[in-house]
């Protein structure tokens, strides 16, 4: 036997025997605290789950038949610093009778962090007169500095000329917050912090009839800036600038190319891909800000890193000598599991890295209940094409992009992937990427979302496509906070995502405070999306609460709809725009993504008949949407919003029980009489229509039993309003204020 042969065998040994004394159950532990060399045991733990993990290897390779027994890994208190991603495979896999479980002793108190930790005395005043004469009288005294090159002997990775999403690494956490990058206008500048402009130079987009070669490709575009600020920016260094440049569904970070103090046209130095101020669906006035550039550190909690010196300057907020500061480094995912099944984490903590915080990858029955998943650049969890995992109880917060990305099952066959999002607590989110970064993502086929409380971020709370889908009392506030054209839910672009079901949500307080503005949607099927079902969900001052971009066999069934500028959106897009159906307009292709899923046979033409149908009952038309049973209260605009093609089409959809209500006399008036089975109940400031809420005055939509509303609606069922929303159970003992 060679030496390193029999190195691993005393090893292996040695694990064994660390395993079966420690305790009769397979437990290890681990602490953040202790010596080096320990077995696992209480006395003497392990300092990573690494080690952990290996014994577990070691333990089931030299007793094969151990393999089903259950191992459970209890983690100290503490805090345990992640240098690459903890990764586990098939090997590491428990059963479903016994699951490998990580579980922290204290729940909360085991922290997984991907970041360095620095003190406020690492940092020091100012002293190089250059790098005072860059920043404002008021700052010079306040903005402290930190050497890093002892603590971070790699180099930093440079801002690219553009990008969407996280930007290069790090990010500055203190007190457990995401500091904001030296930027102007501040935050709390303004009446929201943007700079703006109203008149774009070159748009950058492409034109293919132009004599100019140079204008037949797209490239960098300009715009006038009809303000002083930019002659403090030292372009040199790089000054960056976040912009919705066309639309307000669509962020990009640019960097500046130059400035024309003369003219006031600042130029950019990569393209946009919809080109600067080019179209009309966002608006002439576009906003944008800088960042990125010392010359702007002068608020407090502001930050500035200067990569190749690796000094990291901060203008330090209230109590900075009590502040807990983390440098979040770590560029890879934190934990990545693949191919494995039947693993629990519970009651841990994962912080503080610059990419993903979890990832499961063609996994079974993994379980991740009562964490905390947060600080990060990218998204919280990701289950990519998995099957039958949980994701319970758990908070994430403060990410870069998305909370929860889930995916699983086979549109093909319709296989659902049984993938279950549950009681968690979901908010500060897309903080990097602005757009389509949702607090929920799911696509695939049958995954369950319920109970979930989603809140404060710039746009979508729940973004899916694909078909069977439940999303079940859900609540979800404050979400498309700095976006347009866009909803609390959004699916859009095809037929085949069907069977969708979003039932008994609670949807409320949209836009930016604007709840009165009718590009916010609670609910938006965008672009001839079809075959969902809309059932028994509050929307509460939540914009333009449902809107059905042109599609078809949707059905939209006792839904309460209270103080919204427009309770319902029906649009003929497909009968008369020209990107319908045409392969030059990115992501229509509506036949053929049908065609790829065999459409016209089984399953899908007996699960979706009607679609199976399509192409012969006149395709472009918004038919056999279904509109039952829904109560309108207070419509401020509209009741329905039906263009005049829809309203041609009224005796094709199926629309009857329905009631609008002007409650008080206070909003405009608005009836649904010129259409078919809306029933119309007008009230006064004298005579108000009482319609039986527990206390709508205080939210609470929950009906008496003696209710109104159920005598002016047959059929009407109630909406059980106190089962939405988080809940607790043993991984939440407390739900959040």
């Known amino acids: 036997m060679n030496r390193m042969n029999k190195k691993v065998l005393v090893a292996t040994l040695a694990l064994i025997s660390a395993i079966s004394l420690a305790c009769g159950d397979q437990t290890l532990y681990v602490a953040s605290q202790g010596d080096k060399g320990g077995d696992g045991s209480k006395d003497a733990p392990f300092l990573s789950l690494k080690e952990a993990r290996d014994a577990i290897r070691a333990f089931r390779k030299a007793q094969p038949e151990a393999a089903a027994e259950k191992f459970i890994v209890r983690i100290g208190t503490g805090t345990y610093q992640l240098d690459s991603?903890?990764?586990?495979?098939?090997?590491?896999?428990?059963?479903?009778?016994?699951?490998?479980?990580?579980?922290?002793?204290?729940?909360?108190?085991?922290?997984?962090?991907?970041?360095?930790?620095?003190?406020?005395?690492?940092?020091?005043?100012?002293?190089?007169?250059?790098?005072?004469s860059r920043l404002s009288k008021e700052a010079q005294s306040k903005v402290l500095v930190a050497d890093l090159s002892a603590l971070h002997p790699a180099n930093f990775p440079s801002f690219t000329p553009s990008y969407r999403g996280k930007p290069a690494a790090p990010w500055l956490y203190v007190n457990a917050e995401p500091m904001p990058l030296a930027r102007w206008p501040n935050l709390d500048a303004g009446p929201d912090g943007w700079a703006r402009f109203t008149k774009a130079i070159d748009s950058g987009m492409a034109d293919p009839t132009s004599d100019d070669p140079a204008r037949r490709k797209s490239r960098p575009g300009s715009f006038e800036f009809d303000d002083p600020r930019p002659t403090r920016w030292n372009l040199k260094d790089g000054v960056w600038l976040f912009g919705y440049w066309t639309h307000d569904w669509s962020s990009e970070v640019i960097q500046i190319k130059s400035y024309d103090p003369a003219k006031k046209i600042i130029s950019l130095g990569a393209t946009h891909s919809y080109g600067i101020s080019n179209g009309t669906w966002g608006g002439k006035e576009r906003r944008f800000f800088a960042l990125n550039t010392l010359d702007e550190l002068d608020a407090p909690e502001e930050w500035y890193l200067d990569r190749a010196k690796k000094l990291l300057y901060f203008h330090p907020g209230s109590n900075w000598e009590e502040s807990e500061i983390v440098l979040g480094t770590l560029n890879a995912p934190l934990v990545?599991?693949?191919?494995?099944?039947?693993?629990?984490?519970?009651?841990?903590?994962?912080?503080?890295?610059?990419?993903?915080?979890?990832?499961?990858?063609?996994?079974?029955?993994?379980?991740?209940?009562?964490?905390?998943?947060?600080?990060?650049?990218?998204?919280?969890?990701t289950i990519s094409n998995g099957t039958e995992n949980t994701i319970r109880s758990s908070d994430l917060f403060n990410l870069g992009t998305s909370g929860i990305i889930v995916s699983g099952g086979d549109r093909k066959t319709l296989t659902p992937g049984k993938n279950l999002v549950i009681n968690n607590h979901?908010?500060?989110?897309?903080?990097?990427?602005?757009?389509?970064?949702?607090?929920?993502?799911?696509?695939?086929?049958?995954?369950?979302?319920?109970?979930?409380?989603?809140?404060?971020?710039?746009?979508?709370?729940?973004?899916?496509?694909?078909?069977?889908?439940?999303?079940?009392?859900?609540?979800?506030?404050?979400?498309?906070?700095?976006?347009?054209?866009?909803?609390?839910?959004?699916?859009?672009?095809?037929?085949?995502?069907?069977?969708?079901?979003?039932?008994?949500?609670?949807?409320?307080?949209?836009?930016?405070?604007?709840?009165?503005?009718?590009?916010?949607?609670?609910?938006?099927?965008?672009?001839?999306?079809?075959?969902?079902?809309?059932?028994?969900?509050?929307?509460?001052?939540?914009?333009?609460?449902?809107?059905?971009?042109?599609?078809?066999?949707?059905?939209?069934?006792?839904?309460?709809?209270?103080?919204?500028?427009?309770?319902?959106?029906?649009?003929?897009?497909?009968?008369t725009w020209k990107q319908w159906n045409n392969p030059e307009y990115a992501g229509w292709n509506l036949i053929k993504k049908a065609e790829k899923l065999d459409y016209t046979n089984p399953p899908w033409s007996t699960r979706y008949p009607s679609l199976a149908k399509i192409m012969d009952d006149s395709p472009r038309e918004p038919l056999h949407n279904r509109i039952v049973r829904n109560v309108f209260i207070d419509s401020g605009k509209q009741v329905l919003s039906f263009n005049e093609s829809v309203k041609k089409l009224v005796d094709k959809l199926d629309i009857a029980d329905n009631l609008a209500v002007n409650s008080n006399g206070d909003a405009p008036k608005s009836t649904a009489a010129d259409i078919k089975g809306f029933k119309n109940l007008a009230g006064t400031k004298d005579d108000p229509v009482e319609l039986g809420f527990v206390d709508r005055e205080k939210s609470n939509f929950l009906l008496k039993s003696d209710a109104r509303l159920l005598e002016e609606v047959s059929g009407f069922e109630t909406i059980p309003f106190d089962k939405i929303g988080l809940f607790t159970d043993e991984h939440r003992t407390s739900l959040p204020k």
């Open 85 to 132: 991603t903890f990764t586990l495979t098939a090997e590491d896999s428990g059963t479903a009778e016994s699951p490998v479980v990580y579980r922290a002793e204290q729940p909360g108190e085991s922290r997984f962090e991907g970041g360095i930790r620095l003190k406020p005395t690492d940092f020091k005043k100012i002293t190089d007169s250059a790098v005072l």
């Open 336 to 381: 990545k599991i693949s191919g494995a099944e039947h693993i629990k984490f519970e009651g841990l903590r994962f912080e503080y890295g610059h990419e993903r915080g979890i990832i499961l990858e063609k996994t079974t029955g993994i379980e991740i209940a009562g964490c905390t998943v947060a600080n990060l650049a990218n998204t919280g969890v």
């Open 426 to 575: 979901i908010h500060d989110y897309g903080l990097f990427q602005r757009t389509y970064a949702p607090g929920i993502g799911v696509s695939g086929v049958g995954q369950i979302v319920r109970n979930n409380s989603i809140h404060d971020a710039p746009h979508n709370a729940i973004l899916y496509s694909g078909n069977d889908h439940l999303f079940e009392r859900n609540e979800i506030y404050r979400v498309v906070m700095e976006t347009g054209d866009s909803g609390a839910f959004y699916t859009g672009r095809d037929w085949t995502s069907q069977g969708n079901h979003l039932r008994q949500n609670y949807v409320h307080h949209l836009g930016g405070g604007n709840e009165k503005h009718v590009n916010t949607m609670g609910v938006y099927l965008d672009d001839c999306d079809s075959g969902d079902t809309i059932e028994q969900n509050i929307f509460y001052k939540a914009g333009r609460a449902i809107m059905i971009g042109g599609g078809r066999d949707n059905a939209v069934i006792n839904n309460l709809v209270i103080d919204c500028p427009i309770g319902l959106h029906i649009d003929s897009r497909g009968m």
